[in-house]
Nanobody
Framework: QEELVESGGGLVQSGGSLRLSCTNSGRAFSRPILGWFRQAPGKERKFVGALRWHRNQTYFADDAKSRFTISTDSANRTVFLQMNNLRPEDTGVYYC???????????????WGQGTQVTVYS
């Protein structure tokens, strides 16, 4: 069972950048997929992007494809979500989650971190 921890959120002006981090409390990630989701107040958790470890392949929601990237540190113990050209609609709590099978279905993820708040102001 993962113990995921996100960090790196904050307050940023529209057009700015943030880099979020997700660790498994210093341990290696054990499930094949690591996903990032955003949850705005009163809304469902929405897919942002994901990394499939085996193929080192990334996937993104349409509104993130040209602005966000996912990478890891050299030890594969930290996953980064680099967010550029941020917009007010990117505001929300960002969660990283570990999944065995699904990439985009939040309800089928196996574990989640506590989330980190991102607020983008215009």
């Amino acid at each position: 069972q993962e113990e995921l921890v996100e960090s790196g959120g904050g307050l940023v002006q529209s057009g700015g950048s943030l880099r979020l981090s997700c660790t498994n409390s210093g341990r290696a990630f054990s499930r094949p997929i690591l996903g990032w989701f955003r949850q705005a107040p009163g809304k469902e958790r929405k897919f942002v992007g994901a990394l499939r470890w085996h193929r080192n392949q990334t996937y993104f929601a349409d509104d993130a494809k040209s602005r966000f990237t996912i990478s890891t540190d050299s030890a594969n113990r930290t996953v980064f979500l680099q967010m550029n050209n941020l917009r007010p609609e990117d505001t929300g709590v960002y969660y990283c989650g570990a999944s065995t099978h699904t990439i985009i279905v939040a309800g089928q993820y196996d574990s989640w971190g506590q989330g980190t708040q991102v607020t983008v102001y215009s």
